[in-house]
């Protein structure tokens, strides 16, 4: 082309003008895209919904999960709409279809799941949904596979010795204070307390704290003590009807509490009320709410284990013991052929098994707030495949306690997650 050429009078763009629907369907479709595989390899937006991991983690904090360091899985639901998970926002309609399922596989990624990172994963229990659209829960791994997990007296062991203590850990504590005495909501605050609960007339209250928090509340002049708070062993009664609080006391039973309207109850029992509550003819059946759900593990959340995390690769004997605690950890999650539990025994493919060798490795998570998360101690242990990523950034705290009227925690807010 010639420079003569260049002031030529071009000719008119002589192509149809763009529709509306082009002119923002194709930014907001290319938008989408962006966004879901930003959403699927990279960052994900996560809320923390409840205070298990307080205060670690607040409710009201808005996280940035990395897919990246633990490895992002391939979809195994991929006809989903894009950018939603279980429901469509606000219509509140199932989002996805199960006739398309892909296996799992974890793409390449820059460290192992480790003890003391704050892991978000899908929730094992919603079996009636894809691994991938469980619900999101956030708590901290504290045992992988093949180390042992054991709580004595509220102190976690792992391998026998303490765990790390994360800097805001919390347990609860009974608060008495003087006689005539009182505490205000501006105290707790400035003790940075968001979680209590009055027990008696304003002088009794059930708090969550560190250990930074216990200090400060212990030096107060107005508190006459400070008690920890330990969970001894319970059960759950399953009942016809109801069972009178002078019955129970003619049973030994003092430490009791109606979970279900005349049809359930949570009690402390004793082995010898134990028998003498079993005998009942208006009991049913009675089980623990702790894992693995059953008698024969008297365990609570302050005294629990010891117990073995499975590990890929490992062959552990199909023992009536083994059966309780790993059964339905199989059955439910190790992907292998059809699995069952009958009379006793695990069967794979229809035939009894002796022996049974984990396929992938299992997390055993814990929240922050000892006293106030559903974590493994009741659901029990994560599998590989639900690891979602790792919590590393708060970019937005906002208040949510019913008991401040600040909106907006600015001390939280663009700081990294340890």
């Given at each position: 082309m010639s420079v003569f050429d260049f002031f030529k009078k071009k000719p008119a763009d002589t192509s149809k003008p763009k529709t509306l629907w082009q002119a923002w369907g194709d930014p907001i479709l290319f938008a989408v895209v962006a966004a879901t595989i930003i959403r699927w390899m990279l960052l994900e937006a996560f809320?923390?919904?409840?205070?298990?991991?307080?205060?670690?983690?607040?409710?009201?904090?808005?996280?940035?999960?990395?897919?990246?360091?633990?490895?992002?899985?391939?979809?195994?639901?991929?006809?989903?709409?894009p950018l939603t998970h279980q429901t469509?926002?606000?219509?509140?309609?199932?989002?996805?279809?199960?006739?398309?399922?892909?296996?799992?596989?974890?793409?390449?990624?820059?460290?192992?799941?480790?003890?003391?990172?704050?892991?978000?994963?899908?929730?094992?229990?919603?079996?009636?949904?894809?691994?991938?659209?469980?619900?999101?829960?956030?708590?901290?791994?504290?045992?992988?596979?093949?180390?042992?997990?054991?709580?004595?007296?509220?102190?976690?062991?792992?391998?026998?010795?303490?765990?790390?203590?994360?800097?805001?850990?919390?347990?609860g504590y009974v608060v008495t204070?003087?006689?005539?005495?009182?505490?205000?909501?501006?105290?707790w605050t400035e003790l940075d307390v968001t979680e209590y609960e009055d027990l008696?007339?304003?002088?009794?209250?059930?708090?969550?704290l560190t250990d930074k928090m216990l200090e400060k509340l212990k030096s107060m002049p107005i508190v006459a003590s400070v008690v920890p708070v330990i969970h001894q062993p319970k059960y759950v009664v399953i009942t016809r009807g109801i069972i009178t609080n002078e019955e129970w006391a003619s049973l030994g039973v003092i430490d009791v509490e109606m979970i279900r309207r005349d049809t359930g109850y949570y009690a402390s029992l004793t082995p010898e009320s134990f028998e003498k509550v079993k005998q009942l003819p208006i009991v049913k059946y009675i089980t623990k709410d702790i894992f693995p759900q059953n008698v024969k593990f008297n365990w609570s959340i302050d005294f629990f284990g010891k117990l073995w995390i499975p590990k890929e690769g490992v062959t552990i004997p199909m023992t009536e013991e083994n059966l309780i605690l790993y059964g339905n950890t199989i059955v439910n999650y190790d992907n292998v052929g059809h699995t069952a539990m009958q009379n006793g025994q695990l069967y794979v493919d229809g035939s009894p098994v002796k022996e049974y060798t984990f396929k992938?490795?299992?997390?055993?998570?814990m929240g922050d707030n000892r006293h106030n998360s559903s974590d493994s101690r009741f659901f029990g242990f994560v599998p590989a495949d639900h690891i979602v990523g790792k919590a590393v950034f708060v970019w937005l705290a906002l208040n949510k306690s019913e008991k401040n009227n600040r909106s907006v925690r600015w001390e939280r807010m663009m700081r990294t997650i340890k």
């Open positions: 809320t923390i919904p409840t205070t298990s991991m307080e205060s670690s983690l607040m409710a009201g904090d808005f996280l940035f999960v990395s897919k990246m360091h633990y490895g992002p899985r391939t979809p195994m639901t991929p006809l989903q709409i469509v926002p606000v219509l509140g309609f199932k989002s996805y279809s199960t006739l398309l399922q892909l296996p799992m596989k974890r793409l390449w990624g820059f460290s192992e799941v480790t003890a003391g990172d704050a892991v978000v994963f899908n929730y094992p229990g919603e079996l009636e949904y894809p691994v991938d659209l469980r619900t999101n829960y956030i708590k901290r791994c504290v045992a992988v596979a093949g180390d042992t997990v054991q709580v004595l007296n509220r102190e976690l062991l792992v391998n026998g010795k303490s765990f790390m203590h994360p800097e805001r850990l919390q347990h204070l003087k006689k005539h005495e009182l505490i205000t909501q501006e105290q008696g007339n304003g002088d009794v209250y059930e708090a969550f992938q490795d299992y997390y055993w998570m």
